[in-house]
């Protein structure tokens, strides 16, 4: 089985969604969806769902490297080990020992232990870790970096794993749509972490949608909103730069946000069930009780689409809140959502509930898109997934920036916009602090 992935003019003219179909678990439906005459809303075999086995194919020796030794980064190889069988963690780089360390002490508890001479320290160890004779590597860095990880990689043909977002500013997104169709050109496998892709439900669901079970889609909700995230207080003999890498959540021009950074999910979803990007969002947003950086902790933002439906996101990260992680889709037949796994028609009955399909055991996406990775690597199919995550993650963008800013930002403004968060010289020294401030909107009455 093959993947035919879409470039770039095509995805934004709407298609949107990378490779060639592939068959999934039987659907399991109530007799008054099925054989209701549904009109799809994209053509079988013009859109990818990926086959989702519980494991990864026997295969060749595989010897993975991983870039950021987090904990994103360890739970990612984790999950890559349970994926597939015959992987070799072996290579490792971080701009600091000490996460390596205990890195190397959690997948030491899996026989895994990288040797001393492949084990790399400093701002330039993505490429020693790459260069190191590696198949495949696990970019999960602060999200600004990784763009030229990603890219460099490409370059030197090595598979990628890019946890998501995968890019924080204009600058970045270039980068990952060109180094996106270089690595289509080499018949490169790129996953990114967006698992809902690869979540039984979510394919499930997905599968349906294109087959017009809900009718054309005209609009959506969608929401990550919970309690405040992680944050690191500035330890003494810290440098700026490394408390900033150390706390890289809460800071904008290494996470890119909140709205980026997590509820870049949930946007995704819909991008990816509707096969469009948003042309224009127009947000608002605010900080309240954030305890470290220059982030906000609470967007909401409306998006348009060109052809006139609206999304409605909603991100939030307070102590003390309502919590709500989910995504509403609702189409001229019925809607879905995400919260009961169910599509309903206009009457609000049930129509479709997911059900898991017991001749699966594995259902963690985490792991599942492991599998999937693998898989292609070891079949030499190019699947590229970069290109569709790289759109999700500048559509947050926009919306941040319309926040910040407290103008409509438009889709062809941003993506061709001089945004860059990468700090002229990256070394662990001084930062300038001063230009680290919280986005105030509009302007100050004179």
Not at 85 to 100: C, E, M, N, Q, S
Not at 382 to 394: F, N
Request: hydrophobic letters at 35%; one cysteine or more.
């Amino acid at each position: 089985m093959s993947s035919k992935n879409l470039n770039r003019r095509e995805f934004l003219s709407m298609s949107a969604v990378i490779g060639a179909g592939a068959v999934v678990a039987p659907s399991i439906l109530s007799s008054c969806t099925k054989g209701s005459g549904n009109t799809p809303l994209r053509p079988a075999g013009s859109y990818y769902v990926p086959e989702l086995p519980d494991k990864a194919d026997a295969g060749r020796e595989l010897k993975v490297g991983v870039i950021g030794c987090g904990g994103r980064a360890t739970g990612a190889t984790i999950n890559l080990l349970d994926a597939a069988d015959g992987i070799t963690v072996y290579a490792a780089g971080d701009v600091f020992a000490d996460r390596i360390a205990s890195f190397q002490e959690t997948i030491g508890e899996r026989g895994q232990q990288v040797a001393p001479e492949r084990v790399f320290v400093g701002f330039d160890a993505y490429k020693k870790v790459i260069d190191s004779g590696v198949d495949m590597v696990i970019i999960a860095t602060p999200p600004v970096f990784r763009p030229e990880h990603f890219k460099y990689a490409t370059e030197k043909g090595v598979h990628s794993f890019l946890e998501k977002p995968i890019a924080v500013d204009a600058k970045g997104y270039r980068t990952i749509m060109a180094a996106a169709k270089q690595a289509e050109a080499k018949g490169l496998s790129v996953v990114t972490g967006t698992q809902r892709h690869h979540q039984r439900p979510y394919v499930e669901a997905f599968k349906l949608i294109q087959e017009g079970a809900i009718g054309e889609i005209t609009g959506g909700n969608v929401y990550w909103n919970q309690g405040m995230l992680w944050y690191r207080e500035r330890e003494k003999g810290w440098s700026d730069m490394e408390w900033m890498i150390r706390d890289w959540v809460n800071w904008k021009w290494l996470s890119g946000d909140h709205i980026v950074e997590q509820h870049v999910h949930n946007i995704d979803v819909f991008l990816w069930m509707a096969g469009m990007h948003p042309v224009k969002a127009t947000a608002i947003g605010a900080r309240h009780r954030r305890k470290t950086g220059d982030q906000y902790d609470q967007f909401s933002v409306d998006f348009e689409f060109e052809n006139g439906i609206h999304l409605h996101s909603m991100c939030r990260q307070i102590d003390g809140t309502s919590t709500n992680v989910s995504e509403f889709i609702q189409g001229t037949k019925g809607s879905w959502n995400s919260d009961e796994h169910v599509i309903k028609d206009l009457k609000g009955n049930v129509i479709w509930k997911y059900e898991d399909d017991p001749k699966y055991t594995q259902f963690d996406p985490y792991v599942l898109e492991h599998v999937d990775w693998v898989n292609h690597i070891r079949r030499g199919e190019g699947h590229v997934e970069a290109g569709e995550t790289g759109i999700s993650s500048l559509a947050g963008v926009m919306g941040r920036e319309a926040a910040y800013t407290g103008q409509t930002v438009e889709w062809d403004t941003i993506s061709n916009s001089d945004l860059d968060y990468m700090p002229a010289k990256l070394e662990l020294g001084a930062m300038p602090m001063s230009e680290y401030k919280v986005a105030v909107p509009g302007s100050a009455e004179e």
